[in-house]
């Protein structure tokens, strides 16, 4: 029997073998497959591609939110059950190639709530899978290392978007040739290959977590998660500060995914571009926020998480702002590309790093339970967005759309207010 690696989040550090690099960089290879889907189908395609079906964005948006929210309700749970069984990889590749096959199919489909059907299933394995991927953050790591290597994952992630993206405008020329009715048909069957393909390293090298809490099996041991998930539930007013970091997160993804969402369709109806131009712009977004993730990684380690996360999301709150009152795309692109850059990045880097950071190291797969559910059940802002939208405003071209992108700026700077009065242990210790 092949013996299991321990947890290292807790070793102390010894220079630069400190890091088992190798296993590491799988780790955070799996941020650069799953940054592929995040880009060419949430960001970009589907939103673009449904509407030609129905001529409206709400469909899409609220097919959005019912995914997220079918997968935050199993993550809880989820979380909890991978501290107890030592499955955690497992379940994550299962999630994987799930959500690959069914984005695939999209590019078959030929009716739209067959689209929204596959959409839902590839988008709810996408997002139940996160909390299975950032549970085996500490058995890749020590401690001390966890913002450099969460950072890499994040860079890397975007990375993957900027070695996608011009991928896909070659597959999407090629095809528009053909004189397709809907040319970005193609461009799911890319993203689902090269999700799996960029999966793998994770998949070969990346240990198996260990069972912090073995003990029973099958339907006795659900039930008992369930009841270790009513107890963690009720315990957490008690616990001030990871209950305001769960809350200001929620608060702040639930803006993040509304504005990641609605990339597309903003560019394309409020500025005029065409879909390949709004592809091809991500680009330098992506390559600025490579930069900016590895470097909101260092800073998590030399100044602390917390600090971090709130330059993050001052500079996120100027990114939205300037974005929805933009007269020209170049005030818009330069405004998405470095403080939105950055912002989006480093929220992510600095996220992972405080979580654990406030959190028992046995527990980390229950809180990040909850903390993806709160990612998940961020659905506030992209209903709002999805509504708003499709609304004409009396005076403001495209302004249904400026609406709905300003309203993210309520929910992040309540989520930042949250952030600001979390008291870390090492802050509280001294």
Partial sequence: MTERPEDVSDLPASGADAVPWGRALSWAFYDFANTIYSALVVSYAIALHVKEFTGVEKFTFLTMAASLLASGLVLPLAGELTDRTGRTK????????????????????????????????????????????????????????????????????????????????VVVRAYRARGPEHELAPLFAVAGGLFLCFSLPLFVWVPEKAASKPGAAGA???????????????ALPRHRSVLLFLIGNFLCVDALNA???????????????????????????????????????????????????????????????????AGSFAVFMVAFVLLGGYG??????????????????????????????????????????????????????????????????????????CIYKVEMPRETDG
């Fill in 344 to 417: 989006l990045a480093t929220t992510w880097v600095a996220g992972r790093k405080m979580l654990v950071e406030l959190v028992p190291s046995g527990q980390v797969g229950k809180f990040f339970g909850l903390y993806n559910l709160g990612h998940k059940l961020s659905m506030i802002g992209m209903v709002a967005f999805g509504l708003l939208a499709d609304l004409s405003i009396a005076g403001i071209q495209a302004g249904g759309y400026r609406v709905g992108l300003l309203v993210q700026v309520v929910l992040f700077t309540v989520g930042m207010m």
């Fill in 90 to 169: 497992r379940c994550l590749v299962a999630l994987t190639i799930a959500t690959c096959a069914a984005c695939a199919a999209i590019s078959a489909a030929r009716t739209a709530w067959v689209i929204l059907g596959l959409f839902f299933v590839a988008n709810f394995g996408y997002n139940a899978s996160l909390t299975f991927y950032d549970s085996l953050l500490p058995t890749v790591t020590p401690r001390r290392s966890l913002g450099l290597v969460s950072g890499i994952g994040v860079g890397l992630g975007y990375a993957g978007v900027a070695f996608a993206l011009p991928l896909g405008d």
């Fill in 220 to 234: 006795r041991l659900v039930a008992l998660a369930a009841r270790r998930v009513a107890v963690t539930l009720r």
């Fill in 259 to 325: 504005c990641i969402f609605a990339y597309a369709p903003y560019v394309v109806n409020v500025f005029g571009l065409t879909k390949r131009a709004a592809l091809l712009w991500m680009i330098p977004f992506s390559l600025g926020a490579f930069g900016l993730g590895a470097i909101g990684g260092r800073l998590c380690d030399a100044f602390g998480s917390r600090f971090t996360l709130l330059s993050a999301g001052i500079c996120m709150l100027g990114a939205i702002v300037l974005c929805s009152v």
